[in-house]
C-alpha cells in the first residue's frame, strides 16, 4: 500500500524532513519526502497499512518542536513497488497551495551553545553555529522551498566535513540548510570606523575587549545592524546619543543572563519564560532601586528594555566576563528602515561608531527585534519583528476573501488575510521616507511569493496623505481590485475582532491620532462594532490642539488649550517661557494663537496624557513619540488616587477638563507622583465606565481596549478589572500589538467582512 502525504504548516526550516525520514525508517516504511515551493512537505510512503497509520501518528504527535502543522492530507493509492529505500529528495517546484510559511528566525538553541564552547568541538568558538532546531530562517531565506541555494547561504559551499553531517540521517544537522563552520562558512571581520579590516586572530574576542575599554560598535545580526555599547558606563552611551542625535529615547540592551538582569531589573517567573523562549525579545522591565546600570540608558523611565543573547555571536562576545550588559539598539538613520549591509553601514555609521564588528554573509530580510511587555501576567507586543514574523496568527473564524491591509504611518506592518492566516510582514517602521516605503512594498511581495498570496481586496487608512494610503491606492489600480479604507480607531477594533473572532464588540481605543470620519483627530474613542460597522458611541472631550501638530511635540501648548479658561493659565506659560524653543515670545504667540482660535481639535488620549506630563513639569518636549506620557506612567508608580472627581457621565462626552484644571489645582497640595497615578486612573475609570454604559444599553456582551495608551500598565490593569468585575467577556490584543503595529490586521479583517 502506498500513502501520499501532503504536510502544510510551518513545515520547512525546522527539521521535519529528517523526522520524517527517522520515523519512516523506524516503521520499515519505504519511499520518499520533499519540500515543494509552496512551503508544503509531500511525502511518499510504502509499505503495511498499519505501519503506515503508526507513522502517520508519529507525524501529528511526535514532530520536532518548532513545526507547526496545520493540516495532514493523506490519500491511498496502489503500491507500485518502484521504492528501494526511503529518501530525502530534491525539492520540487510544485505549487498548488498557499498559506504555508518557512519558519522565523530561532534563538541558539542548548545543543549548539554547548559545543560553541566544547573542547575539541570543530565548532567551537564559531559564531555562526546552527542547527536544524535553531538558526536564522526568514532573514536568511530568499526563496521558498527552504533549500540552501534559496538561501544567502549558498555564497558558502560546504566542506568535506560539513556535507558529511549534512547527509548522515543520524546527525542532528542533517539537511541543516544553515550548517556551517570556520572552514567553510561566514567568517567575522573587524573593521574600523572607515571601514579598513584590522588584522586579529580573534575579531569577536578583540571587540568585546574594546567594548569594556567604552568604545562604539556596529555589529552585523542575523536581521541588521545593531549599535553597541558597554551598559555599566556613562561616556560611551552619551557619545553615542551625541552622535546618533538621540537625545531621551530608551535603549534597548542585550544582558549576559538572568543573574545579570537581575542586578539591575525586577524579573518574575512569567517575563523570564519570555525572554528564555526561542523568539528572544526585548521584554520592558521594570528597573531596580538603586540601577547599577548606566543611567543613560532609558533616563527618567522606570523601565528598561532587555534581552538575552540569541545568536553564537552574542554568546562569544557575553563570553568576556567583564561584560554583563550591553546598548543593543537597532542601527539606522533618523526614520530609516535598520540597516543590513556592511558598505551601507560603513558608509552611514562611520561617525557614530568606532568600529563595525561585521561578517560575510547577506542579510536576506530585515528583521528588528521584537518588543513587548508583561501586563499582569499577559504578553503584550509592542514591536512584532524578529522570532514572530512570518509565523502566522491563526483567527478563529476563517475568511472567504484574501486581504491585504497596509496599516497607518508609524510602527507599520502589513498584513494578509488568507482563510484562517493572518500573515504579518516584520516591523517597518514609520513611513514618511522613501526608504522606509520602497522597505514595506518589498517586504510585502516578499512574503505574499513565500506564502502564494494574490489580494482579492485591499484595505488602508483613512488618512489620504499616509505613504501606505498611497502604496495601496496604486496596487489596488494594478491588480483591478477594490480598496477599502478604514478608519482608523475602527481597525484598532477590528484586530480585536480578528484575534478573538468577535463580531460584535464595544471596542475603547486610546492612541495619539487617527483621522475621524468626520474629519477630526480622533484617539480617545468607544465605538460599537457590529461585523463591519461602527459608530462613535463615545469620545473623550475635544480639546485645541494650539499650533497644530506644534502641540504634539510640544505638551505644554497641548495643556495651554486644554486650561484656556483658567485666568492663571498666561502666566503660568510666561514662568515655563524658558521650555520652548522660542522662549517669551512663543508664549505670547500662543496666547495669541490661542485667542484667535488658530488650533484644531481632538479627542486624543494621549495629547491629554501629556498635558498632564508637562503640567507635572515632568516633560515640556517630545524628543521620542510616547515620551510625555511614558514619563508621566514612570512617574506615577507607586501613587494613590486622590481626586474625588464627581464621575456622572455625560455621553457622548468623556470631560478631560475638569480632570486636568483639578490636577493642576492639586499641585500644592499633593505629590506628582499621587497625581500623575490619579489622572491615568481617573481616565481607565471614565473609560471603562462608558464602555460598560454603552455595551449594557445596547446588549453586547464583549468589550474590549487597544491602540497605544493599552500599553500603559496601569490603565490597561484597571480598565480589565473594572470590565471584568461588571461581568462582561474583557479582550485586549495578544498576537498583535495595540499600537499601531496590529493595525494591518484589523484592517485586512475587516475589509474581508465587506
Ligand atoms: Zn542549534
Ligand atoms: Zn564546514
Ligand atoms: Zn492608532
Sequence with gaps: MRAIILVSGTVQGVGFRPFVYRTAKKYGLKGFVRNRADAIVEIQVEGDKANIENFTLSLKNAHPPLAKLDSLHIEYVESGDEFSDFTILGSSVERTRSGSVIPPDIAICDDCLQELHLAGNRRRQYFFITCTNCGPRFTTITAVPYDRPNTTMRQFPMCTDCHLEYTNPLDRRFHAQTIACQVCGPKATLLDNHGEAIE????????????????????????????????????????????????RKPFAIMARDLTSINEFAEINDHEQKILQSYVRPIVLLHKRNPFSLSNQISPELDTIGVMLPYSGLHCLIFDNRALSALVMTSANAPSQPIITNNKDAVDKLAGTVDYFLVHDR????????????????????????????????????????RTLGFGAELNVTSCMILENHAFLTQHIGDTETIETSSFLDDAMQHLSRL???????????????????????????????????????????????????????????????????????????????????????????????????????????????????????????????????????????????????????????????DAVAAILNLSFERSYEGEPAMRLEATASGGRDLLELDEELDLPTIGTTKLVQSIYDSIPRHSPTDLAYSAQQYLAHALASAAIRIA??????????????????????????????AGFKFVSNKAVPPGDGGISLGQAYLASLN
Design 362 to 401: 547577506d542579510i536576506a530580510q530585515r528583521a528588528d527585534d521584537s518588543v513587548l511587555r508583561s501586563i499582569d501576567r499577559t504578553p503584550v507586543l509592542i514591536r512584532r519583528s524578529r522570532g514572530y514574523a512570518p509565523a502566522p496568527v491563526l483567527l478563529p473564524n476563517p475568511l472567504r476573501t
Design 451 to 609: 506564502i502564494g498570496f494574490t489580494p482579492e481586496v485591499i484595505a488602508c487608512d483613512l488618512h489620504p496623505k499616509f505613504a501606505t494610503t498611497k502604496i495601496a491606492s496604486a496596487l489596488s489600480e494594478r491588480l483591478g481590485v477594490p480598496l477599502r479604507r478604514i478608519q482608523h480607531h475602527h481597525a484598532h477594533v477590528g484586530s480585536l475582532m480578528a484575534e478573538h473572532g468577535v463580531n460584535e464588540i464595544v471596542g475603547i481605543v486610546c492612541d495619539g491620532f487617527g483621522l475621524g470620519t468626520d474629519g477630526t483627530a480622533w484617539g480617545g474613542e468607544i465605538l460599537e462594532c457590529y461585523q463591519e460597522e461602527f459608530k462613535r458611541a463615545a469620545h473623550l472631550e475635544q480639546q485645541p490642539m494650539i499650533g497644530g501638530d506644534l502641540a504634539t511635540r510640544f505638551p505644554a501648548r497641548m495643556a495651554a488649550g486644554i486650561l484656556r479658561k483658567d485666568p492663571a493659565i498666561a502666566e503660568w506659560l510666561e514662568s515655563h517661557a524658558s521650555q520652548f524653543p522660542h522662549g517669551a515670545d512663543e508664549v505670547q504667540t500662543i496666547l495669541r494663537q490661542l485667542e484667535n482660535g488658530e488650533y484644531i481639535w481632538t479627542s486624543s488620549c494621549g495629547r491629554v496624557l
Design 200 to 247: 586579529t586572530e580573534d575579531a569577536i574576542l578583540l571587540a568585546s575587549k574594546l567594548l569594556t575599554e567604552g568604545k562604539i560598535f556596529a555589529i552585523k545580526g542575523n536581521g541588521g545592524f545593531h549599535l553597541s555599547a558597554f551598559a555599566t558606563k556613562d561616556e560611551p552611551i552619551q557619545r553615542l546619543r551625541r552622535n546618533k542625535d538621540r537625545r
Design 696 to 725: 449594557e444599553e445596547n446588549g453586547v456582551k464583549t468589550i474590549g481596549f487597544s491602540g497605544g495608551v493599552a500599553l500603559n500598565e496601569h490603565i490597561a490593569i484597571s480598565i480589565r478589572k473594572s470590565i471584568s468585575q
